[in-house]
């Protein structure tokens, strides 16, 4: 198998020749230290990785109005005051939509532009039946979060539940057609990377979440998997209050699964596998930023025996790899990966 062809095995729930390996976004600090001066497709290529997306942080590649660049302060294309920290993903300091007033008047960005695909054509281009071609999109709770601010907008599903329900369907129509964009264009997985929790457990109840946020979720999902492409979600967190609806939005797989937060790959497994693939979940907190690489080695092994047996998953980190994860570490990740998960899986 080549890489495209192990990570679509994975994501069908199959078995494919090695357990695939693949990664959101990758700190270009951290490629820099493996290899110095490599691109971010070669270093896909150098280290064999199964699938390559844009890797690119949070909507700096189009649009950008800078308020303070000594300050690294910017507004991006939805009107979000955002700030660079020493992280690749910029902090949202404010967003635009304070009143129902701000929302008749907002016009979101055009989610048909074709330079708000940044890389993808090059990348498809390059990579076509080669690796297996991702694309970051979100659904229906993060944009409206950076445009309301996070608290408001939690309040809004108690105080002002038709405002926010207003305004998540404005952002679920924009990723509706984003997808359609960037599927058209040759992405074949979609990842929704809306976080819904950290790690004592969901940012709202599950009720709410089944009445705000799943209805959204599912228009996204139907849509990738009509274009063609398979639907990864993402959220940190500890999500096992929310599992059963993520399923029944239509997912085809759920990444990262963090360790740290309750999320046990092997009760994910035993509960989930027949239908999910599951993407995840070495820990890039302690594990890869501090721990020593025979930690790492021994949890790659742990994971792979506890999630690849019958197929459906892929090797992944429990979020990214940001810049204070230890180069040495994310090497000996992946050359475990590629040890120890041939199938069949026995060792």
Known sequence: ??????????????????????????????????????????????????????????????NIKWIDKQRRIYQDKW???????????????????????????????????????????????????????????????????FLRGMDNFLMDFIVNPNFARKLINLCVEFNVEEVKTAVRAGAEIIILGDDYAFKQGPLMSPSQFREFILPGLTKVVQTGKREGAF???????????????????????????????????????????????LVGNIDCGYLLSHASVEKVIEAVRRCILEAAPGGGFIMSSSNSIHSSVKPENYMAMIKAAKKHGKYPIDF
């Open 79 to 145: 009107g979000v005051v955002r700030q660079f920290t020493t992280e690749a993903v910029s902090y949202p300091l404010e967003g635009p939509i304070h009143s129902e007033k701000d929302l008749k008047k907002y016009i979101p960005p055009n989610p048909t532009d074709e330079a708000l695909l940044g890389d993808l054509p090059q990348i498809v281009n390059k990579f076509r039946g080669k690796k297996a071609v991702m694309w970051l999109s979100h659904d229906a709770f993060i944009i409206p979060s």
């Open 231 to 277: 639907v990864i979600k993402h959220t940190d967190g500890n999500i096992w209050s929310l599992m059963d609806m993520l399923v029944e939005g239509g997912i085809d797989a759920i990444n990262p699964l963090e360790p740290d937060a309750g999320m046990d790959i092997g009760k994910v497994k035993r509960k989930y596998g027949n239908k999910l693939c």
């Open 1 to 62: 198998m080549n890489s495209r062809e192990r990570v679509f095995a994975a994501l069908n729930r199959n078995e494919p020749d090695q357990v695939p390996i693949i990664e959101g976004l990758i700190d270009l600090t951290i490629i820099n230290k493996i290899f110095p001066g490599s691109s971010y497709m070669d270093f896909v290529e150098k280290v064999g990785l199964d699938a390559v997306g844009i890797n690119q942080p949070w909507d700096i590649s189009t």
